[in-house]
């Protein structure tokens, strides 16, 4: 198979559609909260944070842990380390300003997909790892809820792919496809930098 049938088949069965639906479904509107009380301008905004917990009856959605409210009561955000619970997600993880910010777990429970990483307002941002319900896995850098820097994938079947990715695609995993699948040895463990370095050695 030359290098160009590679390319096709690697980049028609990559599952990179799921993470089109993530912004979708992990944006504030997605997770409502009470509307928020415009404070008086004249009022002097002191913060109270505090463990909480509320059910949204509309939305069917369930949120346990922190909050930050004014000292009269009245309610702000999510903040802090908090559960977040829809028919259609379960997030468990750090909060800022009522979006998912920090690191967390998010399981998608009508795909069966997962993601355990790093947010950064509400996507997927940094190093994480996405787990496909195929079996698929993606661990390494991301950005705007793309797969995005220097990342290892496996397919279904076991298979290692290693190299740079950009904006949810794999052209720097090219170079690798006109040779055997690169796995690792039975029982052994690495990070993706030390796997890509495994890959280029061999492919030299």
């Not at 959605?61 to 977040?84: E, H, K, N, P």
């Not at 800022?96 to 069966?112: Q, R, S």
């Not at 997909?113 to 509400?122: A, L, P």
């Amino acid at each position: 198979m030359n290098c160009n049938l590679c390319v096709l088949f690697f980049l028609t069965c990559f599952p990179f559609s799921c993470v089109s639906k993530i912004r979708r479904l992990c944006s504030c509107s997605s997770l409502t909260m009470p509307a928020k009380k415009k404070a008086d301008k004249k009022e002097e905004q002191v913060f109270v944070d505090e463990v909480s917990s509320y059910i949204h009856e509309q939305h069917q959605a369930r949120y346990s842990g922190g909050v930050r409210r004014l000292t009269d009561g009245s309610f702000r955000c999510r903040q802090g380390r908090g559960t977040y619970v829809t028919p259609h997600i379960r997030y468990e993880g750090e909060w800022h300003e009522d979006e998912m910010h920090g690191t967390g777990v998010l399981n998608f429970l009508t795909t069966g997909d997962s993601y355990n990483g790093h947010f950064v307002r509400g996507v997927f941002e940094g190093h994480g790892t996405y787990v496909w319900s195929s079996g698929a896995t993606y661990d390494g850098a991301w950005r705007m809820n793309r797969m995005h820097g220097l990342g290892t994938y496996t397919d279904a079947s076991g298979k290692v792919w290693c190299g740079r990715f950009y904006n949810g695609t794999g052209p720097g995993l090219t170079p690798f496809l006109t040779r055997a699948p690169f796995s690792l040895p039975p029982g052994k463990t690495a990070s993706p930098k030390q796997l890509l370095s495994e890959v280029v050695e061999q492919a030299v």
